[in-house]
């Protein structure tokens, strides 16, 4: 009489590679990690966007983007209510500079501020979040004197410097 079951090395090897294939679909799929790089990406070509637009609008005028009709410097204004003082003056959401990028999802809007020397663009996410990890991954593409992240007791704050 002839035998047709598997043998137990058979059925251990098929449960090896089943848990194999898994664990590599997980670390491909895990789609925190695609979120979390794919935030980083958005974020890096956002401030690169905002830093050619900020940086024409400071060649043009001989200075950073002001406050909407008016001569006040920005402090923690949002990018969309700023203006280049040129001879005339356009705002930077829509202007014939281009537009201000949306924050992503789970971001605060940006805000740039100007406070003696230093321009600086800044948005903020919720701590340990996996927005907070891609704030932990950008940081690492620049020095300290282009951008830095500062944590308190709820959010991640990065703050991208365009001069100081």
Do not use: W
Not at 80 to 97: I, K, V
Not at 137 to 155: D, F, G, K, M, W
């Amino acid at each position: 009489m002839k035998n047709k079951g598997f043998t137990l090395i058979e059925i251990a090897a098929t449960i090896f590679l089943v848990g194999l294939l898994g664990a590599i679909g997980y670390f491909y799929l895990n789609t925190s990690s695609l979120t979390k790089s794919q935030y980083k990406s958005a974020l890096q070509s956002h401030m690169n966007l905002i830093e050619s637009m900020v940086f024409q609008c400071k060649s043009l005028s001989e200075q950073f983007p002001k406050e909407l009709n008016a001569s006040v410097d920005a402090s923690n204004t949002l990018l969309t209510e700023l203006e280049c003082n040129t001879s005339t003056p356009y705002s930077l959401d829509g202007g014939r500079n281009g537009f201000v990028p949306v924050s992503p999802s789970g971001f605060n809007p940006y805000t740039a501020t100007e406070s003696g020397s230093a321009f600086y663009i800044m948005t903020s996410a919720e701590n340990n979040s996996t927005q907070d990890k891609a704030l932990k991954e950008l940081i690492l593409n620049y020095t300290s004197q282009q951008a830095t992240l500062e944590h308190n007791l709820t959010s991640a704050r990065f703050k991208f410097y365009l001069s100081r």
